[in-house]
């Protein structure tokens, strides 16, 4: 270990001999469930040692209603690990719909959060012309850089609110120039090579009422990978995945001398691999396609898998994610990144489950509906959606509520019983996943009422939130 050294690993690799995660972080929602209490962020003891192994230890109420937790991330990450003088001790907490950004002080007793500040929401609005803040992620200047989905009157607009890491005042925008692409979501950097590029999800008033089929094809739904040059702040190109594809969650590869990573798209269900070319722009190509099962019984005569989030492990050699309708989790060998190959899969609830209301008629990849998914007794509502993996790789923790206006429309169950967290063994040798059944944090027995449970971050960082410069 180097004394002189700042927050976070020198390098991927030396993360994944990072300590075992003792407790996770997860902002769970009370927003569209009926129930008027504040959105609040859960401690959950995850130490198999501990005797409050898989219970939440703690909960840490926002001040006001209907914020809608979403993404969160750090103030400090491995991106200053140079800096001695820095620490990774608040949690950024953008709330999705108020666009108010909480920051919550992790240092002074990581078991028990406190609130530290609130940067609210007329400032993100006058002081950026932005709103509805997304993924927030930590830069090697000691400032804070969060996505926008949006403008403040829930039109769609790309963009980025900078905040001082230590103040937490807003210093601007991060963008630069008079372009700026058609909507935002999440984004990833790579200074080496002078690049961001960021996805859409779509038209903020639109997404706030649901998924309606008819918002299809009429450009309410992203399409585009934005890539921005890194040094000048400027947008200067967009790759298209195609139309209403909605390309959501976006990794490059550990590897700070990476050019290639990738994105899952939701409404699409595919994943691209994206790549610097030999001429120095930026492309993209098709790598993976879940089929979609002609079905009866549901919203529309097919089913997407619905891709909602991914992750690719710290050593780069497996690629993770969600499918959200179709219930089941997903690794892939990326040995190879244009030809990925599936190596694990796990049912853990879903539409298509047998003895449910949707009925599959045809299905090019299972031969019957999977098994309803039962742990401790306990039916799981809802389908796979958020992803966190260890730091050495071998387990992999998922919650099951996306948004809730989506959760309410496509799980009502999950509104009344509220989202679980499960916990996923890996096998790294040869791939391979299978569900730990001594896990399971319930919150749907939480003292308020069932809630929504969403990202998941340990205190010394991790895959989603971590990067290399």
Known sequence: KCGSCGPGYASPLDAMKGPREEIIYVPCIYRNTGRKNPDFLATVDVDPKSPSYSQVIHRLPMPNLGDELHHSGWNICSSCHGDPTKTRNRLVLPSLISSRIYIVDVGTDPRAPRLFKVVNPEDVFWKCDLGYPHTSHCLGSGEVMISTLGDPAGNGKGGFILLD???????GTWERGDQNPPMGY????????????????GIPKILGYGFDPNDLGKGRYGRRLNVWDWNSHRYIQAIDVGEDSAPLEIRFLHNPDASEGFVGCTISSAIHRF??????AWAAEKVIQVPSKKVEGWLLPEMPGFITDILISLDDRFLYFSNWLHGDVRQYDISDTRRPRL????FVGGSICKGGPVKVCEDEELQSQPEPFVIQGKTVPGGPQMIQLSLDGT????????????DRQFYPDLIREGSVMLQIDVDTERGGLSVNREFLVDFGKEPLGPCLAHEMRYPGGDCTSDIWV
């Open 165 to 171: 890491s230590e103040t937490f005042e807003i210093k």
């Open 395 to 406: 387990r992999l923790y998922v919650t099951t509520s996306l948004y809730s206006a989506w």
């Open 186 to 201: 999440d984004f990833w950097y790579q200074p080496r090579h002078n690049v961001l590029i960021s996805t859409e999800w």
């Open 275 to 280: 790549y610097k070319t030999e001429g120095g």
């Open 343 to 346: 190596v694990g899969q796990v």
